[in-house]
């Protein structure tokens, strides 16, 4: 009989019980909430007299639709401008209360976007179930949790019954062999995969990230991956366990100490795909060929290198493809042929679930410092993705390089990357954003993104235009 | 949650692929609390031609004519049709909740994106997967013959067109019953609830630190 993935035993260690027509009732470990995707299911709770399960597997932050600016945060929920804004992030504080439910507010230290927080916290393990009403879930599989979105009344579902009726899905193996450029990182790599499989190429699919580069990565790098799996389709993306999960969880606040540490540890070790265990789809790349990736589209599977041109319609490989990359086009203001270092800039966003860590930042002020934000570049932003994310960068002075720089230095959330808040493009901008989604709208009205790492929007940042980046002295 | 068992409908057919959550209900609309609402505001920046915001009076906005929601000989459509990887990115149910809203009992399309489908399934719209040919088909029609609509049948698993012939969809079993019946799915695993609470006990005896 062949070994089983890392899937396959996430799967059925959770398995509470098989149900009729192929369907499985599925335990939940760990249910996060934010103010956006929450408020109707614990209206819900409540219309049917219903309570939360477990209400300690539970934890709340608000951060899609909180104001990013140091002034009105200053003042905490209060403070919040927008009264449909304020009412919704307090309407969670409200709920979390009623319920019993953990939360950290907007004034707590800790306080940042959900995916950040969780791994930070040592809140996210290996071997867990985890969900939340957001599609960026998937970022927690880089720790070896399945982990994906869910809808509102899937919210409800797993508030009453710690469950959700699921069907298995499909293996997918993405290995990433060989190693990295120098100057090529997590979020290049996930662009160029989901390049090559498109964005429904992972649809059904639970996706493996594996081979060198992946082991390579630090784990913030997995989470960039693994958090753009949906951007392929797949629910779900997790990266096997090894020492560097092992060491990044030890000592966090909710990690668990002494004896269960080492508990918890022997039982991790196995969260690995047996060697003979058979995918029903591998992929494999080259890590050596990747080149830092930009979006020029309205869909992440638009990419192009760097050093790359905006595409031909005439050279897509179906008609439905060539209607696509017109629509495209339009809604962009591109025209085929233009060099992707030519593409005329706006605003710079850097930030979001995918990349608003540390090591992002850190990447980012390596590129900076030293230099000055380009005359036509009329904002850059650099939202932190936790309070705690913020108070590092602040003790290693890259707040300062930023603003000396003329980058904005903002308090923790979604900001810019949807666009709920007031951190918005205006209509026909261009942005170079490290976030995950350049559909059409998604970070202002009209507005027009271009997906791409830290170190790529930072240079662009300071350059006025995009530029490779593996070319640019760092001082 | 609502039953669906039966549609007959006016088809609109919205000719995009990869048609995104985004594109469905833009995020300034999920600021609401509530459930309801949405459907004024289902495809706001393809609808209008202004940036729409929540709470607005959307009878004075000016509508973009091109679009397809616009057409006079659309309107009261319940059956729409689309294209591939219909529902792809957030996982916002305001989505559904929109489409409900704005009178949408099914949709048609040669794929889905997985929790764009699980959505709708929650709210009783029924998503029928159709091989492209087919769904290139019906476009074709619905372009070419004003009026046309379809005819869903859910037990039978058959779309009835406007000439008479059928054409039949799969469904999963359970997802049928539950939208034939319109089950309300947490009380389902509510009587599962001796099953969660043993495996639970089990869970926590093997991996404590889970529980602590």
Known sequence: ?475 | MKSFVKEKGLVLPLDRANVDTDYIIPKQFLKSIKRTGFGKNLFDEARYLDKGEPDQDCSKRPLNPDFVVNQPRYQGASILLARENFGCGSSREHAPWALDDFGIRAIIAPSFADIFFNNCVKNGILCIVLDEATVDQLFQETFAQEGYALDIDLEAQTITKPDGSKISFEVEPSRKHVLLNGLDDIGLTMQHAEDIKAFEQRWRERSPWLFA
Not at chain 1, 70 to 93: A, F, H, M, Y
Not at chain 1, 363 to 378: D, E, L, Q
Request: charged share 20%; with cysteine.
């Open chain 1, 1 to 475: 009989m062949a070994g089983k993935t890392l899937y396959d035993k996430l799967w059925e260690s959770h398995l509470v019980k098989e149900l009729d027509n192929g369907t499985s009732l599925i335990y939940i470990d760990l249910h996060f909430l934010h103010e956006v995707t929450s408020p109707q299911a614990f209206e819900g709770l409540r219309l049917a007299g219903r309570k939360p399960w477990r209400a300690s597997a539970n934890m709340a932050t608000p951060d899609h639709n909180v104001p990013t600016t140091t002034n009105e945060r200053s003042r905490g929920v209060e403070g919040i401008v927008d009264p449909i804004s304020r009412i919704q992030v307090k309407t969670l504080d409200d709920n979390c209360n009623d319920f019993g439910i953990t939360e950290f507010g907007i004034e707590d230290s800790r306080h940042g976007i959900v995916h950040v927080i969780g791994p930070e916290q040592g809140r996210t393990l290996p071997g867990m179930t985890i969900v939340c009403g957001d599609s960026h879930t998937s970022t927690h599989g880089a720790l070896g949790a399945l982990a994906h979105g869910i809808g509102t009344s899937e919210v409800e579902h797993v508030l009453a019954t710690q469950c959700l009726v699921q069907r298995k899905a499909k293996n997918m193996l993405v290995k990433v062999n060989g190693k990295l450029k120098p100057g090529v990182t997590a979020k290049d790599v996930i662009l160029a995969i989901i390049g090559k499989i498109g964005t429904a190429g992972g649809t059904g699919y639970t996706i493996e990230f594996a081979g060198d580069v992946i082991r390579d990565l630090s784990i913030e790098g997995r989470m960039t991956v693994c958090n753009m799996a949906i951007e392929a389709g797949a629910r779900a993306g997790i990266v096997a366990v090894d020492d560097k999960t092992i060491e990044y969880l030890k000592g966090r606040p909710y990690a668990p100490k002494g004896e269960q540490w080492e508990q918890a540890v022997a039982a991790w070790r196995n969260l690995v795909s047996d060697a003979d265990a058979v995918f029903d789809t591998v992929v494999e790349l080259d890590g050596g060929e990747i080149v830092p990736q930009v979006s020029w589209g309205t869909s992440p599977e638009m990419v192009a290198p760097v050093t790359g041109v905006v595409p031909d319609p005439a050279s897509a490989p179906t008609e439905a493809k060539r209607n696509n990359y017109q629509q495209a086009l339009k809604y962009m203001g591109l025209e085929p042929g233009t060099p992707i270092t030519e593409i005329k800039l706006d605003r710079v966003f850097i930030g979001s679930c995918t990349n608003s860590r540390i090591e992002d930042l850190r990447a980012a002020a390596a590129v900076v410092k030293g230099r000055k934000v380009a005359s036509n570049i009329k904002q850059a932003l650099v939202v932190p993705g936790s309070g705690l994310v913020k108070a590092q960068a602040e003790k290693e002075g890259l707040h300062q390089i930023f603003i000396e720089a003329g980058l904005e230095w903002r308090e923790p959330g979604c900001s810019m990357c949807l666009a709920m808040n007031a951190d918005q493009l205006g209509q026909g901008e261009h942005c170079a954003s490290t976030s995950n989604r350049n559909f059409e709208g998604r970070q202002g009205f009209g507005g027009r993104t271009h997906l791409v790492s830290p170190a790529m929007a930072a240079a662009a940042a300071v350059f006025g235009h995009f530029v490779d980046v593996r070319e640019v002295e760092l001082h």
